[in-house]
């Protein structure tokens, strides 16, 4: 089975310029994945940032970015603040209306 | 404004079956452009997509899960519901409910969640 990786753990400091990575155990990453981008917080449901690889979801500043670099879809957050100290989670469609979830990164802003 | 609410039993046997429902408000569960969704998460560890379903009952699931899982619609009262059976310690998770589209580029764009309900497994 595909299995979608993503860093376990990222750091950032405030102001930075982060970029989180979604890999396949398998292959590559492109576009025909429809690659989605969710920050969660603690005790929440997920929100939507980016989805089909850079579309930003409504409401969602542009210091969010989505796109492919290499063989692995990629999200940047320019001028990272403290509120962005969330879990991230890439999520790929498979095909055949099979979507799987990345493991998730926990970014800390400090 | 769409609301999506959980509900269901917060605790379930081992070995038996774990029913929750989703109850969609503020729009209309058969629009053309949407599926219906559960997703669950267990304590302290990452989101798995459970299955979706349409409202002409279209269904796709987890491969992982398929053999224990049924997800079922009723247009009539505008909701949807999950069937999970034999359930171990390991479908302990809190369970969300979630609208996402119907084509390939947004179909993984979660964009409208329940709160989500803890169920736990536990004897």
């Known amino acids: 089975q595909t299995v979608v990786t993503q860093e376990p753990s990222f750091s950032v400091s405030p102001g930075g310029t982060v970029t989180l990575t979604c890999g396949l155990s398998?292959?590559?990453?492109?576009?025909?994945?429809?690659p989605t981008w969710y920050q969660q917080t603690p005790g929440q449901a997920p929100r939507t940032l980016i989805y089909?690889?850079?579309t930003r979801s409504s409401g969602i500043p542009d210091r969010f970015s989505g796109s492919i670099l290499g063989n692995k879809a990629a999200l940047t957050i320019t001028g990272a603040q403290a509120d962005d100290d969330s879990d991230y989670y890439c999520v790929l469609y498979m095909g055949s209306g099979i979507t799987v979830f990345g493991g998730g990164t926990q970014l800390a802003v400090l | 404004q769409l609301q999506l609410q959980e509900s269901g039993p917060g605790l379930v046997k081992p070995s038996e079956t774990l029913s929750l429902t989703c109850i969609v408000s503020?729009?209309?569960?058969?629009?053309?452009?949407?599926?219906w969704g559960w997703i669950r998460q267990p304590p302290g560890k990452g989101l798995e997509w459970i299955g979706s379903i349409y409202y002409s009952g279209s269904t796709y699931y987890n491969p992982s899960l398929k053999s224990r899982l049924t997800i079922s619609v009723d247009t009539s009262k505008n909701q949807f519901s999950l069937k999970l059976s034999s359930v171990t310690a390991a479908d302990t998770a809190v369970y969300y409910c979630a609208r996402h589209g119907a084509n390939g580029y947004n179909w993984n764009n979660f964009d409208q969640w329940g709160q989500g309900t803890l169920v736990t497994v536990f004897s």
């Open positions: 089909n690889t850079d």
């Open positions: 503020g729009g209309s569960i058969t629009s053309s452009s949407y599926y």
């Open positions: 398998s292959g590559s990453v492109s576009t025909s994945y429809y």
